[in-house]
């Protein structure tokens, strides 16, 4: 990935902040297993750290590290120039900004606050609009990653806020994940809301991977022997995703590889295996009624992406065509 996803990574400049980036001073608020990962991460770029949690204790392992524990978050803040925050929930992070309201105005004022804490888009947009009232910076963003990929090139971190913020910190936010550190606009909501749509992905994969197991499964196949050719069919179906994105953003869907009608006749298979086996009919049941909807709409001769109307308003209750 890139540094901005609009494709302007080369205007980013590469060390703005006004300290070389090793010397800026950071915060990590909230050290459960994401936010010791992300602390870190910066204590082993050098990074002057500033640690706390709710619950005292979790900083001893990182205070051997050279981290220093606040005794309070208003301490810890006040110790940095960017200040990150990594716990449970956006109502966690409310009753923080709650806190540091409370502490009395200015000390967010010239620094900028980091929201890793997945949430909504709504929500992030709230707190980014509480934040600038306070005259601080305000960049959300959402971690595509587990805590020991943190700081390698598998980490994806993706922000949302203003450029400026985002450019002035780049450098130091590239410790948590070195390539995969993206700005995508300054829309504070996107980074949350793209966090929903890899989410959608990973449970439909898990679903149809989990699925699959327990049809082969009722066969006597175990799922290590399955796992091969789940992943190899995963990968084959990645490289279906820019070619349908094209007709998606086109809004035409020229069956190229296979029509709608062709599918349906293979997801009725499915169906009837699923049944045959006593396996849940539930999951081949939703995607044959999506489908069927698409074929009641006429676009049984169009490509699979045509499905993507089906999802772009709110599912019907019952109908002609629902049920399908
Ligand atoms: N772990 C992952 O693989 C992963 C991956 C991507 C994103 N994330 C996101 O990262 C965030 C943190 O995840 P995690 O795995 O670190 O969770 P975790 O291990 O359960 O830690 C939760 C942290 O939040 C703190 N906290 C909870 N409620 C609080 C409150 N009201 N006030 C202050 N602090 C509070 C906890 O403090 P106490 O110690 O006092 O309970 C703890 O430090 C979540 O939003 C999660 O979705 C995690």
Same mark, same amino acid.
């Given at each position: 990935?890139?540094?901005?996803?609009?494709?302007?990574?080369?205007?980013?400049?590469?060390?703005?902040?006004?300290?070389?980036?090793?010397?800026?001073?950071?915060?990590?608020?909230?050290?459960?297993?994401?936010?010791?990962?992300?602390?870190?991460?910066?204590?082993?770029? @050098?990074?002057?750290?500033?640690?706390?949690?709710?619950?005292?204790?979790?900083?001893?392992?990182?205070?051997?590290?050279?981290?220093?524990?606040?005794?309070?978050?208003?301490?810890?803040?006040?110790?940095?120039?960017? &200040?990150?925050?990594? &716990?449970?929930?956006?109502?966690?992070?409310? $009753? /923080?900004?709650?806190?540091?309201?409370?502490? @009395?105005?200015?000390?967010?004022?010239? =620094?900028?606050?980091?929201?890793?804490?997945?949430?909504?888009?709504?929500?992030?947009?709230?707190?980014?609009? =509480?934040?600038?009232?306070? @005259?601080?910076?305000?960049?959300?963003?959402?971690?595509?990653?587990?805590?020991?990929?943190?700081?390698?090139?598998?980490?994806?971190?993706?922000?949302?806020?203003?450029?400026?913020?985002?450019?002035?910190?780049?450098?130091?936010?590239?410790?948590?994940?070195?390539?995969?550190?993206?700005?995508?606009?300054?829309?504070?909501? /996107?980074?949350?809301?793209?966090?929903?749509?890899? /989410?959608?992905?990973?449970?439909?994969?898990?679903?149809?991977?989990?699925?699959?197991?327990?049809?082969?499964?009722?066969?006597?196949?175990?799922?290590?022997?399955?796992?091969?050719?789940?992943?190899?069919?995963?990968?084959?179906?990645?490289?279906?995703?820019?070619?349908?994105?094209?007709?998606?953003?086109?809004?035409?869907?020229?069956?190229?590889?296979?029509?709608? $009608?062709?599918?349906?006749?293979?997801?009725?298979?499915?169906?009837?295996?699923?049944?045959? /086996? $006593?396996?849940?009919?539930?999951?081949?049941?939703?995607?044959?009624?999506?489908?069927?909807?698409?074929?009641?709409?006429?676009?049984? $001769?169009?490509?699979?992406?045509?499905?993507?109307?089906?999802?772009?308003?709110?599912?019907?209750?019952?109908?002609?065509?629902?049920?399908?």
């Amino acid at each position: 990935m890139t540094d901005d996803q609009n494709g302007s990574a080369k205007n980013i400049p590469t060390a703005v902040p006004a300290a070389a980036p090793a010397a800026v001073p950071v915060a990590v608020l909230g050290l459960g297993l994401m936010g010791r990962a992300l602390a870190a991460a910066f204590l082993r770029a @050098g990074h002057p750290t500033t640690v706390w949690n709710r619950t005292p204790g979790k900083a001893a392992g990182l205070a051997d590290g050279g981290a220093r524990p606040a005794a309070s978050p208003e301490e810890a803040v006040a110790a940095a120039e960017l &200040v990150v925050l990594c &716990v449970s929930d956006h109502a966690a992070v409310r $009753g /923080l900004l709650d806190r540091l309201d409370a502490a @009395g105005p200015g000390l967010l004022a010239g =620094r900028v606050l980091v929201d890793l804490t997945s949430g909504t888009a709504a929500s992030a947009r709230a707190n980014a609009e =509480r934040v600038a009232a306070t @005259g601080g910076g305000y960049l959300d963003g959402v971690i595509l990653a587990v805590p020991p990929a943190i700081g390698t090139p598998e980490a994806v971190v993706l922000y949302g806020g203003a450029h400026a913020d985002f450019e002035r910190y780049a450098p130091v936010l590239r410790r948590l994940a070195p390539d995969g550190t993206t700005h995508l606009g300054e829309d504070h909501g /996107l980074p949350a809301l793209h966090d929903s749509a890899v /989410l959608a992905l990973m449970w439909s994969v898990l679903n149809g991977f989990l699925h699959g197991a327990a049809l082969l499964g009722a066969a006597g196949v175990d799922a290590k022997a399955f796992a091969p050719l789940a992943a190899r069919s995963t990968v084959t179906v990645a490289d279906w995703l820019a070619g349908y994105a094209d007709q998606i953003d086109a809004g035409a869907y020229p069956a190229e590889d296979a029509a709608l $009608g062709t599918h349906i006749a293979a997801m009725d298979h499915l169906a009837e295996e699923s049944a045959a /086996l $006593g396996v849940s009919t539930e999951l081949p049941a939703f995607i044959r009624a999506l489908a069927g909807r698409a074929l009641a709409a006429g676009r049984g $001769g169009e490509s699979y992406a045509a499905l993507v109307e089906q999802f772009r308003g709110p599912a019907p209750s019952a109908g002609p065509g629902g049920g399908e």
